[in-house]
């Protein structure tokens, strides 16, 4: 793990955020200090933050060491597949138009309605009564 060819990059997904460092490896991901399979459990999800690496053929080649924070499970996922995406971009720029045209250096901003005052929630009324 030589930090001279490491590429940090930053993801995010709703409220989730995760620091990504990339760097030459034989294809070990980890997040939080735990192997992606052990983290995330689910296969979706492992599925979803391996994805940038498995489109542009670089599963084997780099080592991803993320640190998640904030959201869910579904949220940290979507944040380390953009923060992988952005560092892959960084590491080999050939591969940023695939990337952009796969979808994964776009950042997905659908966030959580707020709750609006005078309503039970972000877009459900009180019942109506007329008389």
Do not use: C, W
């Not at 995330?40 to 489109?55: Q, S, V």
């Not at 060491?65 to 992988?84: C, K, N």
Request: proline share 4%.
């Amino acid at each position: 793990m030589s930090d001279s060819k490491s590429f940090v990059a930053t993801g995010r997904r709703k409220t989730a955020v995760a620091k990504v460092r990339l760097f030459p490896g034989i294809g070990k991901l980890r997040v939080n200090k735990r192997d992606l399979e052990d983290y995330f459990g689910r296969p979706d999800l492992i599925k979803a933050a391996r994805a940038p690496l498995e489109a542009t053929g670089n599963l084997q080649t780099y080592d991803v060491e993320a640190t998640a924070l904030g959201g869910g499970m579904s949220g940290q996922a979507g944040a380390v597949s953009h923060g992988v995406a952005r560092a892959l971009a960084l590491a080999v720029p050939e591969l940023k138009k695939t990337l952009k045209d796969t979808g994964y250096l776009t950042r997905d901003d659908r966030m959580k309605e707020r709750k609006k005052y005078g309503r039970p929630g972000a877009r459900k009324r009180f019942q109506f009564s007329k008389r």
